[in-house]
């Protein structure tokens, strides 16, 4: 089976920075995706870390440990319109094809 | 280019009603996955199709049921309709089964009541 774990809500202050974090226990990982979603909308890619190590992308970077199972998204400059839910999903293969499995979610909120 | 389109975008069915619930991939994308997600939680994983095969089957009873068609298009369906059946279904479309390239549509909200 699987186990994906993230803090359900976070809060942050605008302009500031942001660490959500990502533990997960799985046979066959392949990668690590960061989705967002905001309410009522459809999630939207931000990350996949398939190898150690930090991937920057803008004010959005992803750190992935394989050996730990762990990962986090890290936001910088922080803005309003970054009030969202972060997902954190772990792809595996199974059967010739890889099926991302989702976390709950964590509910960032940014307050002015 | 469109997206990926899913409909109707919302819905209320009664208890015992069966639904089918419609995905258009982007053009050129021949895998398509399904998800359920509840308020509140992260999207859960139903099946995923590609070149009209079924590649995964989540955890859900045989009430949920999936096809893909030769233009990759795929329906849902889900019979029995229970109160727990409420919720966000969500479709997903790559150009192969990575997950990685997944764009999703704007899902279905499916109300039973």
């Known amino acids: 089976g699987q186990n994906i774990d993230q803090p359900t809500e976070m809060t942050a202050t605008e302009g500031a920075i942001v660490q959500i974090n990502c533990t997960y226990q799985?046979?066959?990982?392949?990668?690590l995706f960061w989705y967002q979603q905001h309410a009522g909308e459809a999630p939207t890619f931000l990350s996949y870390n398939v190898l150690d190590g930090l991937e920057e992308k803008g004010r959005f970077s992803s750190f992935l440990s394989r050996s730990k199972g762990y990962s986090y998204l890290l936001l910088k400059e922080l803005q309003m319109k970054d009030s969202a839910s972060y997902l954190c999903a772990v792809s595996r293969a199974s059967g010739g094809s890889y099926i991302p499995t989702f976390g709950r979610g964590t509910s960032l909120i940014v307050h002015p | 280019d469109a997206g990926v389109t899913q409909s109707p975008t919302h819905l209320i069915k009664t208890r015992g009603q069966q639904v089918t619930l419609r995905c258009s991939p982007i053009?050129?994308?021949?895998?398509v996955s399904w998800y359920q997600q509840v308020l509140g939680q992260g999207p859960q994983f139903i099946f995923q199709?590609?070149?009209?095969?079924?590649?995964g089957r989540g955890n859900f009873p045989d009430r949920f049921s999936a096809r893909q068609f030769p233009n990759y298009s795929s329906e849902l369906n889900v019979n029995a309709l229970l109160l727990g059946d409420s919720a966000l279904y969500l479709c997903?479309?790559?150009?192969?089964?990575?997950?990685?390239?997944?764009?999703f549509g704007s899902g279905t909200r499916l109300t039973v009541v």
């Open positions: 799985t046979s066959g990982f392949n990668g």
């Open positions: 053009s050129g994308h021949k895998s």
């Open positions: 199709y590609y070149e009209k095969e079924e590649r």
């Open positions: 997903a479309s790559s150009q192969k089964t990575e997950g990685y390239g997944y764009t």
